[in-house]
């Protein structure tokens, strides 16, 4: 339950920064908080999905919602300092969770690490989308990155008979992971438009390289030459810069798009 607390608290988030309604932050603390649980069931074929079971969830969500109401002031001042370590510790309990029960019903080890992953991050995917957001987990910190990581260990060490272990080792990686990418900020490269300006040496050395075109003289008699429309094209071709795809780490990618970036 304290895992749904803190996911049902980044949705409230979200939905204040989105300028929403308690509707809508009802509606994004819900779908953040048991969302990913959810894929995982319909995926898995449970029916019915763990929260019409157990209808507390939903009672813990609402509770969540209507005290962020009430003190909203304090919950924000947590934003940045309490609530991404709790997520943090909220992601790795999850993945822990959907593994596990992937792996009761019998499925194969990639499949229990997915699923893992499901429970982890697919309902902060739909809050962010319905949020019209690119969702977190696709171009921030390292985040799905630690879930995998943690669902692998878990799966593996259970999978050997040791699920004690294994869920001991699946929370310090998860955790590990996921404090080091909030404490240093560290990211996966990205796919980032670059734009690469001709060296001087090289344009000079390129215009050198190529034949001298012959000078056309106007009918008129007039003394100036007539460049030539290819001599002119070359020249402009030389002169332009390039525009590339390249792997660059987040931080330059800031840097070359900085409008891209979430304000938050």
């Not at 962020?68 to 300092?81: E, K, S």
């Not at 390129?206 to 009918?219: H, N, Y």
Request: glycine share 8%; net charge positive; hydrophobic share 55%.
């Amino acid at each position: 339950m304290a895992g749904t607390v803190v996911f049902a608290l980044s949705g409230i988030l979200l939905a204040c920064r989105s300028r929403m309604d308690p509707i809508g932050m009802l509606v994004l603390a819900a779908v953040t908080a048991v969302g990913g649980g959810t894929l995982r069931d319909l995926v898995l074929g449970v029916a019915p999905v763990f929260w019409i079971r157990d209808p507390t969830y939903l009672w813990v969500i609402l509770a969540t919602v209507l005290c962020a109401l009430v003190g909203f002031h304090y919950i924000h001042r947590l934003n940045r300092v309490v609530l991404p370590v709790a997520d943090a510790f909220g992601l790795a309990l999850f993945v822990i969770i959907g593994a596990n029960k992937a792996m009761l019903l019998g499925t194969s080890g990639v499949v229990a690490v997915l699923m893992g992953l499901f429970t982890g991050v697919a309902g902060g995917m739909i809050r962010d989308v319905l949020a019209r957001r690119v969702p977190m987990v696709l171009c921030r910190e390292v985040y799905a990155t630690a879930a995998i990581a943690g669902g692998v260990v878990f799966v593996a060490l259970a999978s050997l008979g040791a699920p004690r272990l294994g869920i001991l080792l699946s929370l310090v990686t998860t955790l590990g992971l996921r404090l080091a990418a909030i404490r240093w900020q560290l990211a996966l490269p990205v796919l980032a438009w670059v734009v690469i300006e001709p060296s001087p040496g090289q344009s000079a050395s390129s215009r050198a390289a190529e034949p001298a075109a012959p000078a056309s003289m106007p009918a008129d008699g007039n003394d100036t030459p007539l460049t030539s429309a290819r001599e002119t094209a070359s020249s402009a071709d030389v002169a332009r810069p390039k525009m590339r795809v390249r792997m660059v780490s987040r931080s330059k990618a800031a840097r070359l798009w900085p409008e891209d970036e979430d304000v938050d």
